[in-house]
Protein backbone atom coordinates (compact mmCIF):
# COMPACT_ATOMS: atom_id res chain seq x y z
CA UNK A 1 0.00 0.00 0.00
CA UNK A 2 1.44 3.20 -0.59
CA UNK A 3 2.34 6.01 1.90
CA UNK A 4 -1.36 7.73 2.42
CA UNK A 5 -0.94 11.68 1.19
CA UNK A 6 -2.40 14.47 3.79
CA UNK A 7 -4.08 17.83 2.82
CA UNK A 8 -1.58 19.44 4.57
CA UNK A 9 1.98 19.28 6.71
CA UNK A 10 3.44 22.44 7.80
CA UNK A 11 6.60 22.95 7.17
CA UNK A 12 9.16 23.45 9.75
CA UNK A 13 12.52 25.38 8.55
CA UNK A 14 15.05 23.18 11.34
CA UNK A 15 16.01 26.89 12.79
CA UNK A 16 12.29 27.55 14.54
CA UNK A 17 13.95 25.82 18.03
CA UNK A 18 17.39 27.99 17.64
CA UNK A 19 15.35 30.52 18.18
CA UNK A 20 12.93 29.32 20.63
CA UNK A 21 15.97 28.89 22.73
CA UNK A 22 17.58 32.27 22.02
CA UNK A 23 14.41 33.57 23.53
CA UNK A 24 14.61 31.42 26.30
CA UNK A 25 18.17 32.16 27.14
CA UNK A 26 17.31 35.73 27.20
CA UNK A 27 14.48 35.28 29.64
CA UNK A 28 12.18 36.86 27.61
CA UNK A 29 9.44 35.59 27.19
CA UNK A 30 6.07 37.90 27.34
CA UNK A 31 5.32 39.41 23.99
CA UNK A 32 7.53 42.67 22.10
CA UNK A 33 10.81 41.06 23.11
CA UNK A 34 13.52 41.24 20.38
CA UNK A 35 12.29 38.08 17.96
CA UNK A 36 8.77 39.99 17.95
CA UNK A 37 10.52 43.56 17.14
CA UNK A 38 12.40 41.82 14.87
CA UNK A 39 9.50 40.41 12.62
CA UNK A 40 7.48 43.52 12.88
CA UNK A 41 10.24 45.40 11.19
CA UNK A 42 10.57 43.08 8.95
CA UNK A 43 7.32 43.60 7.75
CA UNK A 44 7.17 47.01 7.72
CA UNK A 45 9.92 47.67 5.80
CA UNK A 46 9.13 44.94 3.23
CA UNK A 47 5.78 46.07 3.06
CA UNK A 48 6.22 49.28 3.42
CA UNK A 49 3.73 50.29 6.30
CA UNK A 50 3.63 52.55 8.75
CA UNK A 51 3.12 49.71 11.28
CA UNK A 52 3.18 46.04 11.37
CA UNK A 53 2.19 44.28 14.67
CA UNK A 54 2.18 40.90 15.71
CA UNK A 55 -1.21 38.96 16.88
CA UNK A 56 -1.81 36.02 18.76
CA UNK A 57 -3.82 35.48 15.58
CA UNK A 58 -5.61 37.17 12.85
CA UNK A 59 -9.08 36.51 14.63
CA UNK A 60 -7.35 39.08 16.87
CA UNK A 61 -5.86 41.20 14.18
CA UNK A 62 -9.58 41.52 12.68
CA UNK A 63 -11.20 42.44 16.42
CA UNK A 64 -8.45 45.02 16.70
CA UNK A 65 -9.24 46.06 13.33
CA UNK A 66 -12.71 46.26 14.39
CA UNK A 67 -12.13 48.44 17.29
CA UNK A 68 -9.80 50.61 15.18
CA UNK A 69 -12.85 50.93 12.71
CA UNK A 70 -14.75 51.91 15.72
CA UNK A 71 -17.47 49.92 15.16
CA UNK A 72 -20.79 50.70 17.47
CA UNK A 73 -23.82 48.93 18.22
CA UNK A 74 -26.23 48.83 14.76
CA UNK A 75 -23.51 49.69 12.28
CA UNK A 76 -23.34 47.35 9.19
CA UNK A 77 -20.67 45.78 7.39
CA UNK A 78 -20.18 44.52 4.35
CA UNK A 79 -18.59 40.43 3.58
CA UNK A 80 -18.51 37.76 1.52
CA UNK A 81 -20.46 34.66 2.74
CA UNK A 82 -17.93 32.13 1.27
CA UNK A 83 -15.40 33.30 3.97
CA UNK A 84 -14.27 31.85 7.63
CA UNK A 85 -16.31 33.03 9.89
CA UNK A 86 -13.52 35.21 11.65
CA UNK A 87 -13.82 37.28 8.77
CA UNK A 88 -16.71 38.92 10.49
CA UNK A 89 -17.09 37.54 14.11
CA UNK A 90 -15.02 40.42 14.91
CA UNK A 91 -17.54 42.98 13.95
CA UNK A 92 -20.91 41.29 15.48
CA UNK A 93 -18.46 41.20 18.79
CA UNK A 94 -18.61 45.07 18.56
CA UNK A 95 -22.38 44.76 18.10
CA UNK A 96 -22.73 45.42 13.96
CA UNK A 97 -24.84 43.57 11.55
CA UNK A 98 -23.39 41.82 8.28
CA UNK A 99 -24.55 42.14 4.51
CA UNK A 100 -23.29 38.95 2.63
CA UNK A 101 -22.48 39.70 -0.49
CA UNK A 102 -22.13 37.10 -3.03
CA UNK A 103 -19.24 35.57 -4.87
CA UNK A 104 -18.02 35.70 -8.35
CA UNK A 105 -19.13 33.30 -10.76
CA UNK A 106 -15.47 32.86 -12.34
CA UNK A 107 -13.85 33.09 -8.78
CA UNK A 108 -14.48 32.38 -4.77
CA UNK A 109 -13.44 35.76 -4.04
CA UNK A 110 -16.36 38.15 -3.44
CA UNK A 111 -18.51 39.95 -6.19
CA UNK A 112 -16.87 43.57 -6.55
CA UNK A 113 -19.66 44.66 -8.41
CA UNK A 114 -22.17 43.78 -6.37
CA UNK A 115 -21.11 45.46 -3.01
CA UNK A 116 -22.04 49.23 -3.44
CA UNK A 117 -25.93 47.96 -3.90
CA UNK A 118 -25.56 46.95 0.23
CA UNK A 119 -24.81 50.39 1.21
CA UNK A 120 -27.07 51.84 3.40
CA UNK A 121 -26.43 54.82 5.91
CA UNK A 122 -25.55 52.71 8.61
CA UNK A 123 -22.55 50.77 6.78
CA UNK A 124 -19.25 51.25 8.05
CA UNK A 125 -17.00 48.88 6.90
CA UNK A 126 -16.47 46.67 3.83
CA UNK A 127 -14.40 43.67 4.81
CA UNK A 128 -12.37 42.28 1.61
CA UNK A 129 -11.38 38.72 1.66
CA UNK A 130 -8.56 37.61 -0.68
CA UNK A 131 -9.58 34.62 -1.41
CA UNK A 132 -6.51 31.85 -2.06
CA UNK A 133 -4.55 34.71 -2.04
CA UNK A 134 -6.07 35.78 -4.99
CA UNK A 135 -6.65 39.69 -5.27
CA UNK A 136 -10.21 41.35 -5.11
CA UNK A 137 -9.96 44.36 -7.47
CA UNK A 138 -9.25 46.78 -5.17
CA UNK A 139 -10.04 49.78 -7.16
CA UNK A 140 -13.60 49.03 -7.62
CA UNK A 141 -14.09 48.63 -3.53
CA UNK A 142 -11.84 51.34 -2.88
CA UNK A 143 -13.95 53.81 -4.92
CA UNK A 144 -17.61 52.41 -2.89
CA UNK A 145 -15.67 52.75 0.10
CA UNK A 146 -14.51 56.70 -0.52
CA UNK A 147 -17.78 57.79 -2.21
CA UNK A 148 -19.47 56.39 1.08
CA UNK A 149 -16.56 57.16 3.43
CA UNK A 150 -16.54 53.58 4.62
CA UNK A 151 -13.51 51.59 6.05
CA UNK A 152 -11.91 48.61 4.05
CA UNK A 153 -10.41 45.80 6.35
CA UNK A 154 -8.36 43.68 4.55
CA UNK A 155 -8.94 39.80 5.55
CA UNK A 156 -5.75 38.97 4.02
CA UNK A 157 -5.22 35.97 6.17
CA UNK A 158 -4.36 34.01 2.94
CA UNK A 159 -2.05 36.58 1.29
CA UNK A 160 1.29 36.39 2.90
CA UNK A 161 3.62 37.73 -0.12
CA UNK A 162 0.46 38.19 -2.73
CA UNK A 163 -0.52 41.38 -4.61
CA UNK A 164 -2.73 43.43 -6.90
CA UNK A 165 -1.63 45.64 -9.18
CA UNK A 166 2.26 44.92 -7.70
CA UNK A 167 0.57 46.22 -4.53
CA UNK A 168 0.97 43.55 -1.52
CA UNK A 169 -2.55 43.05 -0.33
CA UNK A 170 -3.61 43.80 3.19
CA UNK A 171 -2.01 47.44 2.64
CA UNK A 172 -4.39 48.99 -0.09
CA UNK A 173 -7.24 48.86 3.23
CA UNK A 174 -7.61 50.83 6.27
CA UNK A 175 -6.21 47.81 7.78
CA UNK A 176 -4.83 44.00 6.97
CA UNK A 177 -4.91 41.10 8.69
CA UNK A 178 -2.67 38.01 8.32
CA UNK A 179 -2.56 34.81 9.80
CA UNK A 180 0.08 32.47 10.65
CA UNK A 181 -1.82 29.59 11.33
CA UNK A 182 -0.51 26.16 10.87
CA UNK A 183 -2.12 25.86 7.37
CA UNK A 184 -1.23 29.28 6.13
CA UNK A 185 1.89 29.67 3.61
CA UNK A 186 4.12 30.70 6.53
CA UNK A 187 2.99 29.28 10.19
CA UNK A 188 3.77 29.55 14.17
CA UNK A 189 1.03 27.22 14.83
CA UNK A 190 -1.01 30.27 15.94
CA UNK A 191 -0.65 33.51 14.88
CA UNK A 192 -1.60 36.94 13.22
CA UNK A 193 -0.46 40.19 11.93
CA UNK A 194 -2.53 43.47 11.53
CA UNK A 195 -1.01 46.09 9.14
CA UNK A 196 -2.05 49.56 10.14
CA UNK A 197 -1.99 51.21 6.87
CA UNK A 198 -2.99 54.79 8.49
CA UNK A 199 -0.19 56.39 10.36
CA UNK A 200 -2.63 58.07 12.41
CA UNK A 201 -4.49 55.01 14.00
CA UNK A 202 -0.90 53.61 14.74
CA UNK A 203 -0.76 54.58 18.13
CA UNK A 204 -4.65 53.67 18.88
CA UNK A 205 -3.70 50.37 17.00
CA UNK A 206 -0.86 49.82 19.62
CA UNK A 207 -2.52 50.60 22.96
CA UNK A 208 -5.25 48.47 21.77
CA UNK A 209 -3.46 45.77 21.90
CA UNK A 210 -1.54 46.15 25.07
CA UNK A 211 -5.03 45.82 26.69
CA UNK A 212 -5.54 49.87 26.15
CA UNK A 213 -2.48 50.98 28.12
CA UNK A 214 -0.10 53.21 26.33
CA UNK A 215 2.99 50.77 27.25
CA UNK A 216 4.43 50.29 23.89
CA UNK A 217 4.80 54.17 24.15
CA UNK A 218 6.26 53.87 27.81
CA UNK A 219 8.84 51.06 26.37
CA UNK A 220 9.97 53.00 23.57
CA UNK A 221 10.48 55.72 26.51
CA UNK A 222 8.13 58.28 24.85
CA UNK A 223 6.45 58.43 28.05
CA UNK A 224 7.31 57.97 31.85
CA UNK A 225 4.56 55.89 32.96
CA UNK A 226 2.11 53.81 31.25
CA UNK A 227 -1.76 53.79 32.30
CA UNK A 228 -5.40 52.95 31.08
CA UNK A 229 -6.31 55.61 28.14
CA UNK A 230 -8.76 53.60 25.72
CA UNK A 231 -10.50 49.79 25.58
CA UNK A 232 -8.55 46.87 24.36
CA UNK A 233 -7.45 43.24 25.14
CA UNK A 234 -4.46 40.97 25.08
CA UNK A 235 -3.52 40.33 21.45
CA UNK A 236 0.41 40.64 21.69
CA UNK A 237 2.17 36.89 21.55
CA UNK A 238 4.95 35.48 23.61
CA UNK A 239 8.40 35.51 22.38
CA UNK A 240 8.47 32.16 21.75
CA UNK A 241 6.00 32.57 19.53
CA UNK A 242 7.62 35.06 17.56
CA UNK A 243 10.50 33.24 17.92
CA UNK A 244 9.17 30.42 15.63
CA UNK A 245 7.93 32.85 13.37
CA UNK A 246 11.52 34.50 12.95
CA UNK A 247 12.62 30.97 11.65
CA UNK A 248 9.63 31.08 8.80
CA UNK A 249 10.12 34.66 7.61
CA UNK A 250 13.84 34.27 6.99
CA UNK A 251 13.23 31.88 4.71
CA UNK A 252 9.93 33.43 3.48
CA UNK A 253 11.47 33.59 -0.16
CA UNK A 254 12.19 29.73 -0.40
CA UNK A 255 8.82 28.53 0.87
CA UNK A 256 7.13 30.96 -1.42
CA UNK A 257 8.70 29.46 -4.44
CA UNK A 258 8.48 26.33 -3.75
CA UNK A 259 4.57 26.38 -3.28
CA UNK A 260 4.92 28.41 -6.72
CA UNK A 261 6.23 25.34 -8.53
CA UNK A 262 3.62 23.29 -6.94
CA UNK A 263 0.99 25.44 -7.87
CA UNK A 264 2.06 25.79 -11.40
CA UNK A 265 2.57 21.75 -11.97
CA UNK A 266 -1.05 21.40 -10.77
CA UNK A 267 -2.25 23.77 -12.97
CA UNK A 268 0.17 22.47 -15.97
CA UNK A 269 -0.71 18.37 -15.25
CA UNK A 270 -4.68 19.26 -15.10
CA UNK A 271 -5.23 21.93 -17.37
CA UNK A 272 -7.02 19.32 -19.77
CA UNK A 273 -9.64 19.30 -17.37
CA UNK A 274 -10.86 22.72 -18.04
CA UNK A 275 -10.02 22.46 -21.69
CA UNK A 276 -12.99 19.73 -21.95
CA UNK A 277 -15.27 21.58 -19.39
CA UNK A 278 -14.78 19.10 -17.11
CA UNK A 279 -14.17 21.12 -14.14
CA UNK A 280 -12.96 24.66 -13.46
CA UNK A 281 -9.62 25.27 -12.49
CA UNK A 282 -8.37 28.58 -10.16
CA UNK A 283 -8.81 31.67 -12.29
CA UNK A 284 -6.19 34.26 -11.95
CA UNK A 285 -7.49 37.87 -12.97
CA UNK A 286 -4.44 40.23 -14.47
CA UNK A 287 -4.27 42.30 -11.88
CA UNK A 288 -3.55 39.77 -8.94
CA UNK A 289 -0.09 38.42 -8.41
CA UNK A 290 -1.06 35.43 -6.32
CA UNK A 291 0.93 33.41 -3.59
CA UNK A 292 -0.15 29.58 -4.57
CA UNK A 293 -1.55 29.31 -0.92
CA UNK A 294 -4.24 27.02 -2.23
CA UNK A 295 -5.13 25.05 -5.54
CA UNK A 296 -8.51 24.17 -6.42
CA UNK A 297 -11.11 22.43 -8.62
CA UNK A 298 -14.93 23.64 -9.24
CA UNK A 299 -16.39 20.10 -9.85
CA UNK A 300 -20.21 20.03 -11.68
CA UNK A 301 -22.24 19.58 -7.96
CA UNK A 302 -22.18 18.40 -4.48
CA UNK A 303 -22.53 14.47 -5.75
CA UNK A 304 -20.13 14.92 -8.09
CA UNK A 305 -17.53 16.02 -5.20
CA UNK A 306 -18.39 13.28 -2.59
CA UNK A 307 -17.55 10.94 -5.60
CA UNK A 308 -14.63 12.96 -6.19
CA UNK A 309 -13.11 13.22 -2.73
CA UNK A 310 -14.03 9.80 -1.33
CA UNK A 311 -12.16 8.52 -5.24
CA UNK A 312 -9.08 10.40 -3.87
CA UNK A 313 -9.53 9.10 -0.53
CA UNK A 314 -9.86 5.09 -1.77
CA UNK A 315 -5.93 6.40 -3.58
CA UNK A 316 -4.64 7.21 -0.17
CA UNK A 317 -4.97 10.97 -0.95
CA UNK A 318 -6.74 13.47 0.81
CA UNK A 319 -8.94 16.36 -0.77
CA UNK A 320 -11.14 18.34 1.08
CA UNK A 321 -13.97 20.77 0.96
CA UNK A 322 -13.64 24.48 2.09
CA UNK A 323 -16.21 27.07 3.62
CA UNK A 324 -19.93 26.80 4.10
CA UNK A 325 -21.11 29.83 2.88
CA UNK A 326 -21.79 32.13 6.50
CA UNK A 327 -25.58 33.22 5.27
CA UNK A 328 -26.78 29.66 5.19
CA UNK A 329 -24.84 28.69 8.91
CA UNK A 330 -27.03 27.39 11.70
CA UNK A 331 -26.43 30.83 13.60
CA UNK A 332 -26.90 33.45 10.90
CA UNK A 333 -29.64 31.88 8.50
CA UNK A 334 -32.82 33.21 10.45
CA UNK A 335 -30.87 36.96 11.00
CA UNK A 336 -30.36 37.88 6.79
CA UNK A 337 -32.65 39.21 4.47
CA UNK A 338 -33.51 35.76 3.01
CA UNK A 339 -31.17 36.91 0.10
CA UNK A 340 -30.38 34.33 -2.39
CA UNK A 341 -26.32 34.16 -2.98
CA UNK A 342 -26.11 30.97 -5.68
CA UNK A 343 -22.43 31.87 -6.27
CA UNK A 344 -21.37 31.35 -2.47
CA UNK A 345 -23.81 28.09 -2.44
CA UNK A 346 -21.53 26.82 -5.72
CA UNK A 347 -18.72 26.66 -4.05
CA UNK A 348 -20.10 25.61 -0.69
CA UNK A 349 -20.85 22.45 -2.86
CA UNK A 350 -18.75 21.91 -5.75
CA UNK A 351 -14.95 23.48 -4.64
CA UNK A 352 -12.24 20.59 -3.88
CA UNK A 353 -8.91 21.56 -2.76
CA UNK A 354 -6.12 19.49 -3.57
CA UNK A 355 -3.18 19.14 -0.96
CA UNK A 356 -0.24 21.71 -1.25
CA UNK A 357 2.66 22.25 1.17
CA UNK A 358 6.23 22.33 0.88
CA UNK A 359 7.16 19.00 1.82
CA UNK A 360 5.03 17.80 -0.96
CA UNK A 361 7.38 15.63 -3.39
CA UNK A 362 6.75 15.82 -7.18
CA UNK A 363 5.86 12.20 -7.21
CA UNK A 364 3.37 12.30 -4.59
CA UNK A 365 1.92 15.21 -6.83
CA UNK A 366 1.90 13.23 -9.82
CA UNK A 367 -0.08 11.22 -8.20
CA UNK A 368 -2.47 13.09 -7.17
CA UNK A 369 -2.48 14.41 -10.88
CA UNK A 370 -3.04 10.91 -12.05
CA UNK A 371 -5.70 10.48 -9.53
CA UNK A 372 -7.44 13.37 -10.42
CA UNK A 373 -7.15 12.53 -14.12
CA UNK A 374 -8.53 9.21 -13.26
CA UNK A 375 -11.74 10.16 -11.78
CA UNK A 376 -12.53 12.31 -15.60
CA UNK A 377 -11.50 8.58 -16.97
CA UNK A 378 -8.28 9.70 -18.36
C1 LIG B 1 -7.16 31.29 8.42
C2 LIG B 1 -8.14 32.38 8.20
C3 LIG B 1 -8.60 33.19 9.24
C4 LIG B 1 -8.28 32.93 10.68
O1 LIG B 1 -6.94 32.97 10.99
P1 LIG B 1 -6.50 32.63 12.51
O2 LIG B 1 -5.07 33.03 12.52
O3 LIG B 1 -6.71 31.15 12.66
O4 LIG B 1 -7.34 33.42 13.43
C5 LIG B 1 -9.45 34.25 8.95
N1 LIG B 1 -9.84 34.49 7.70
C6 LIG B 1 -9.46 33.72 6.65
C7 LIG B 1 -9.90 34.07 5.28
C8 LIG B 1 -8.60 32.63 6.87
O5 LIG B 1 -8.21 31.87 5.84
Known sequence: ?????????????GNEMKWVQEAWAARKLSGDGPLTRRCSAFFEERYRVPRALLTTSCTDALEMAAILSRIQPGDEVIAPSYTFVSSVNPFLLRGAKVRFVDSRPDHPGMDEAAVEALVTPR???????????????????MRVAQKHGLKVVEDAAQCIEAHYMGRQLGTIGDFGAFSFHETKNIQCGEGGLLLVNDPAESVRAEIIREKGTNR???????????????????FLPAESIAAMLWAQVECLERIQARRMILWRRYHEGLAKLAGEGLACLPGIPDYAGHNAHLFYLVLRDLAQRTEFIEHMKRL?????????SLHKSRFFENQGDGQALPMADRYTDCLVRLPLFHELPEEG??????ATLSYFGF
Not at 125 to 131: A, E, G, K, L, R
Not at 216 to 234: H, L, M, P
Open 1 to 13: MTESIPFNRPYLT
Open 123 to 141: TKVIVVVHYAGVACDMDIL
Open 216 to 234: TAFFRGEVDKYGWVDIGSS
Open 316 to 324: GIMAVFHYQ
Open 365 to 370: QDRIIN
